[in-house]
């Protein structure tokens, strides 16, 4: 992958599954791969939720450890005690360009249009706004122009 310069994603939160432990998502696990493989680009699916200050802490380490935030509903994200207040503070400022959206709609049940009225209700700053919807993803993957 490091080779070929494509980013790996990776479940990187808590499952529901009755087979496997929760633990095996843990963002912790990743923090040994990227500093084993630091130019690999790893993008920790789910934002490594529910320990999202592990996640951030790591994004914020490794120059190529990515949040990726689908599967969650972005009105969730200010609602206090839910665990992602985090991902707030942080993505505005340390790894704001760490941070990726896409909207999991077809887990959720929601419509595209719905989750992006969601995200835009969030209390991001101006700057930081295109970031995670487009801007970061764009820069990761190389595409021109971002």
Avoid at 40 to 56: D, T
Avoid at 63 to 92: M, S
């Amino acid at each position: 992958m490091c080779e070929l310069d494509i980013p790996l994603s990776i479940h990187a939160s808590a499952n529901w599954t009755t087979s496997r432990v929760t633990d095996l998502g843990h963002p912790r696990h990743f923090d040994a791969v990227a500093c084993d493989f630091p130019q690999l680009k790893l993008l920790l699916s789910h934002a490594g939720y529910p320990w999202v200050l592990e996640a951030c802490l790591l994004a914020w380490k490794h120059p190529n450890l990515y949040l990726e935030l689908a599967a969650h509903r972005p009105k969730y994200f200010i609602v206090p005690g839910t665990g992602w207040e985090p991902l707030l503070q942080y993505g505005q400022t340390t790894i704001q360009d760490k941070i990726l959206y896409g909207t999991g709609t077809f887990l959720l049940g929601q419509r595209p249009a719905e989750l992006l009225q969601e995200f835009d209700a969030l209390p991001l700053r101006p700057p930081v706004r295109e970031k995670p919807l487009w801007g970061n993803a764009a820069k990761l993957l190389n595409l021109g122009n971002n």
